[in-house]
C-alpha cells in the first residue's frame, strides 16, 4: 500500500474558450485526458476517460487488467457517442506479488515524468508525428517544440484503430514524484523549467501543479493546460489484494499480477 500526497490544476489557457482537459485525481488513480474533436467532442471524449477511470470508493489499488478494461470501456463509449478521442496519460496503483508499483499508462502526446533524488526523467515516449521525426533524427527536441505538426498525434483513445497504449512499471518508493501533464504544459515550458519546478520537492504538490500551469500561462498559454502531481510518502509490502483480480496458477518465478498482453515494461530496463 502506498501513502501519497497529491495536487492538480488545470485552465483553459487564454486563447481557448472551452477546457476539453480533464483530470483524475484520487488514490489508486491519477490521469491526464487532454481531448481532441472540437469543443463538445474533445470535452466528451476525455470526461468519459474520467469517469471509466474511476476507481470504487476505498480501493487502495487496482489491477493491470483494471486498467486495460477501463481503457476499453472508453473506447467502446466514445465511438459509440461519436466524442472524438483523448490522449490518456496516467499512473494506476498495482502489486506485484504483494508490493506496491506504479502502473504507468500512456496514449497520444501528454506525458508522466518521475523525479527522485533530484534528478526528473520522462518516462512515457508521445504518440505523434513530431516524435516520429525526433527518433529519426529529422526534428531535434529543441525545436520539436515550436514544429507546425507538433498537435498531430498518432494514437488515441477513440481512434479507428482502438487504443494503443503504452505501459511501464515502476515501484513505488518514499520521496518519489510523479508529474503527469497535457501538452499545454509541454509546448509552452522547454525540459529544464518542468524539471526545476517537479523537483522541488520541499515544495507541496499542489503548489508545485499551480506554478507549472501559472508559467504555462506566462508563456503565452496557447492550448488548455493541466497537472496533476503525485508524492509517495510511504509504502507498505503486503497490501491486500487489488480490486479486480484474477486467480492464475501460482510458480515460484512468475509474477501472477501482471497479464502477458500487451507488453509491460520495468522503468529502468533496457529491454
Known amino acids: 500500500m502506498m501513502q501519497v500526497a497529491w495536487g492538480a490544476a488545470t485552465d483553459s489557457g487564454r486563447r481557448r ?3 476539453e482537459d480533464a483530470l483524475l485525481a484520487a488514490m489508486p488513480i491519477f490521469l491526464v485526458a487532454d481531448g481532441m474533436g472540437g469543443h463538445a467532442a474533445g470535452g466528451t471524449a476525455s470526461a468519459i476517460v474520467v469517469e471509466e477511470f474511476t ?8 489491477t493491470p487488467e483494471w486498467v486495460m478494461d477501463a481503457f476499453e470501456r472508453s473506447q467502446a463509449r466514445i465511438r459509440r457517442s ?23 499508462f500512456n496514449i497520444g502526446d501528454s ?49 479507428p484503430d ?13 520521496g518519489d514524484r510523479l508529474m503527469i501533464c497535457s501538452d499545454g504544459i509541454t509546448s509552452e515550458i522547454d525540459a529544464a523549467a518542468i524539471a526545476t519546478l ?26 488548455n493546460i493541466t497537472v496533476v502531481v503525485v508524492d509517495v510518502i510511504d509504502v507498505t509490502a503486503d497490501a491486500p489484494a487489488p480490486i479486480g483480480d ?3 496458477t501460482a510458480s515460484a518465478d512468475r509474477d501472477h499480477t501482471l497479464p502477458r498482453l500487451p507488453a509491460i515494461s520495468r522503468v529502468g530496463d533496457s529491454t
Not at 476507481?55 to 487496482?62: M, T
Not at 529519426?136 to 505538426?149: I, K, N, S, Y
Open 55 to 62: 476507481a470504487p470508493s476505498g480501493a487502495n489499488s487496482v
Open 198 to 223: 517537479t523537483r522541488s520537492v520541499d515544495t507541496d504538490p499542489q503548489q508545485v501543479a499551480e506554478s507549472l500551469v501559472e508559467l504555462a500561462l506566462q508563456a503565452g498559454g496557447r492550448d
Open 162 to 174: 482502438g487504443p494503443r497504449a503504452d505501459f511501464w512499471l515502476l515501484p513505488g518508493e518514499p
Open 246 to 248: 484474477r486467480s492464475m
Open 82 to 104: 461519436s466524442a472524438g478521442g483523448t490522449t490518456v496519460a496516467g499512473v494506476a496503483a498495482v502489486q506485484q506479488n504483494g508490493t506496491p508499483y506504479w502502473l504507468v
Open 111 to 159: 506525458r508522466i515524468y518521475h523525479c527522485i533524488d533530484g534528478v526528473v526523467t520522462q518516462i512515457s515516449v508521445d504518440h505523434s508525428v513530431v516524435q516520429e521525426l525526433v527518433d529519426l533524427g529529422e526534428v531535434t527536441l529543441d525545436r520539436a517544440r515550436f514544429h507546425p505538426q507538433r498537435h498531430v498525434i498518432t494514437r488515441a483513445v477513440g481512434a
Open 17 to 19: 474558450p472551452v477546457n
